[in-house]
């Protein structure tokens, strides 16, 4: 038998006579969260996360999105093997109110695949989200959560702008070091100092010019 969730009790909030006054936001927890998908509240074929408390719809996956992940996740198989765990698109636990699902998370290697405990803030050593309608939101809302979590290194492969960017030294004011790594260059994450890769080889290909008559 299953138990609807229910919102604690929140106070009234104070009216000063001829003042606006603000409805007040319920934030939930992982736990509430996890809670409302197991009861229905929830849809399985819904694409969300939890954001500091809030439940946020994520932007439908397109074509040159989904192919950045399948490329991040084919050159990291390729160049760490089984010292990390390659996870696409699945949430990772940053706190009790932040659950977001970074589209490449480079983990600690764990022998259950994390069937046991899911990973942590503790278990990355690099997040990676591929942004191209979702560059401002990638940049600001998810790269602060990201920093106030002390994730060590959060990459933002920019296809707008055909650069992948790095964001190291986190703190509660966001990251202090931003670089930006165009095509010919390489990088080595800073908790992966011995892994290096191509920043040609995770961007898409660039279109061949048309042949000149």
């Known amino acids: 038998m299953t138990t609807p969730i229910k919102a604690p009790a929140q106070p009234a909030p104070t009216e000063t006579p001829g003042a606006a006054t603000s409805p007040m936001r319920r ?4 736990d509430e969260y996890y809670r409302m998908a197991e009861v229905g509240i929830l ?3 819904e694409r969300v996360e939890l954001i500091d408390g809030e439940i946020t ?13 399948r490329r991040i996740e084919r050159v990291f198989a390729q160049i760490a093997g089984e010292a990390v765990t390659v996870s696409g698109q699945n949430p990772v636990r940053l706190d009790e109110r932040s659950d977001p699902q970074p589209d490449v998370a480079i983990l600690r290697y764990r022998e259950d695949d994390y069937a046991g405990k899911p990973p ?6 690099l997040l990676i989200e591929v942004s191209d309608t979702t560059l401002t939101y990638d940049r600001g809302t998810k790269l602060n959560l990201y920093a106030e ?3 060590p290194e959060t990459l ?3 296809l ?7 964001f190291t030294q986190p ?3 966001g990251y202090a070091h931003h670089a930006t790594y165009r095509r010919g260059d390489t990088i080595s994450p800073t908790t992966l100092p011995d892994v290096q890769f191509a920043v040609d080889d995770l961007l898409p290909p660039v279109p061949a010019e048309p042949d000149k008559a």
């Open 171 to 173: 703190g509660p004011n």
């Open 120 to 125: 942590t803030a503790e278990d990355v050593l």
């Open 43 to 45: 849809q399985p074929d």
């Open 156 to 158: 933002i492969m920019n």
């Open 149 to 151: 979590a002390n994730v």
């Open 27 to 30: 934030k939930f927890t992982v």
């Open 57 to 69: 719809l994520m932007a439908p996956i397109g074509n040159p999105h989904a192919s950045g992940v």
């Open 160 to 166: 707008s702008e055909d650069c992948i960017e790095s």
